[in-house]
């Protein structure tokens, strides 16, 4: 039974660090926003070292360089070119199968777009949504979350304030000439949760300069990853070493119990008993008188003839 129990607690912690370790995974996106217009420059998309960016497009699936959009840099960073992309849906993915939240981008020719951040924001934020044309200028416009307009009039931009997990979902918008832009997925993290950068080396270094790998990828001779121990969040590190307490302290339990196990438990009843055999003579049994008790005694005589 305590067995059981050691190998379903050493389960367990398998359980939680996988878990961890899929939620401290996801693409990165840079410009941070899910809609944009046909010819606008281009995207970078990234993930952790030895995690592949993929797109699905319907039932197909494709890795970096498979389509004439998505440039390969390597297996982990890829340039999405806006000039003749249709965009689709983007994640990470590991050769064991683990995969990342999906980010679903949308390219637009004409119309409107919604600005709403492609990566996951924190509760307790602020969130600022802009509906925006092809010239880039900012519409008076009408705001939804799903089928629900948010704002009864017109307004420059929407603020969401104190962000809370309620607020995921789906949001778009539309101008007066306008028809609504596409629905694209506001994500919400807990803002207790350990911390963990979403940004991939790759994705930091394209902020420095919006051409970067554009046309030449990184040779060996500067590594844009540094050592994977330093990227690696705090809680990620402790994992093995708590996982090696719980066993250690499993054993422990499972030993005392094991040494307790043929002692009597406080709930169980002994009951005991004396038996004395003693022998004795055989002898004659002398009946105390009873007043009730009559006796009588007879006599034969016998007479001569």
């Given at each position: ?8 607690l ?9 878990v ?6 996801s ?44 440039i ?19 994640l ?7 995969k ?34 092809r010239d ?54 807990d ?36 050592s ?7 809680f ?13 302290g ?8 094991r ?20 022998q ?8 105390s ?17």
């Amino acid at each position: 039974m305590m067995i059981s129990s050691v190998c379903l607690l050493l389960g367990l912690c398998v359980l939680v660090m996988s878990v961890l370790t899929v939620s401290a995974v996801s693409l990165d996106v840079s410009p941070n926003f899910q809609q944009f217009f046909r010819g606008d420059s281009k995207v970078f998309l990234s993930c952790v070292d030895e995690w592949t960016v993929k797109r699905t497009n319907g039932k197909v699936t494709e890795v970096c360089g498979a389509a004439a959009d998505l440039i390969r840099v390597n297996s982990s960073f890829c340039v999405l070119d806006l000039s003749i992309s249709s965009g689709g849906s983007f994640l990470c993915d590991n050769s064991s199968g683990k995969k990342s939240d999906e980010v679903s981008i949308s390219v637009l020719e004409d119309g409107v777009i919604l600005e709403i951040p492609a990566l996951p924001v924190k509760t307790g934020s602020d969130v600022t949504l802009h509906c925006k044309t092809r010239d880039g200028s900012s519409q008076k416009s009408y705001f939804f979350r799903y089928d629900h307009k948010i704002v009864s009039k017109a307004e420059v931009q929407l603020i969401l304030s104190n962000v809370q997990q309620s607020y995921e979902g789906f949001y778009s918008c539309s101008t007066a000439i306008h028809p609504r832009s596409p629905l694209s997925r506001l994500r919400v993290t807990d803002a207790s949760l350990p911390t963990t950068s979403t940004n991939s080396p790759l994705a930091q270094a394209t902020r420095s300069s919006s051409s970067i790998f554009c046309c030449n990828p990184p040779t060996s001779s500067s590594d844009p990853f540094p050592s994977p121990f330093t990227t690696l969040p705090l809680f990620l590190l402790l994992l093995p070493a708590v996982l090696i307490m719980v066993l250690i302290g499993g054993i422990l339990l499972w030993r005392k119990q094991r040494a307790t196990s043929t002692l009597p438990q406080k709930n169980e009843e002994v009951t005991y008993a004396d038996v004395t055999f003693r022998q004795t003579a055989n002898r004659r049994v002398r009946y105390s008188a009873d007043p009730d008790m009559v006796y009588s005694g007879v006599r034969t005589h016998t007479a001569a003839k």
